[in-house]
């Protein structure tokens, strides 16, 4: 039982940290172009063969 005393606060530390991540995310205007990838993948500009 004495290692509940450690890993319950590692594990509430490891999910505020990745809240504090995925707020930073947001803030920083990560998520702004949801339609960009759906319109490129659907337009006929993109060259998918390989460089030589």
């Not at 947001?26 to 998520?31: A, C, D, I, V």
Request: no cysteine.
């Amino acid at each position: 039982m004495n290692v509940l005393a450690y890993l319950i606060p590692i594990s509430l530390i490891l999910g505020g940290a990745g809240l504090v991540a995925f707020f930073w995310t947001l803030k920083s205007n990560q998520y702004d172009d949801p339609d960009g990838d759906a319109q490129r993948i659907l337009s006929d500009d993109y060259d998918d063969t390989p460089a030589e």
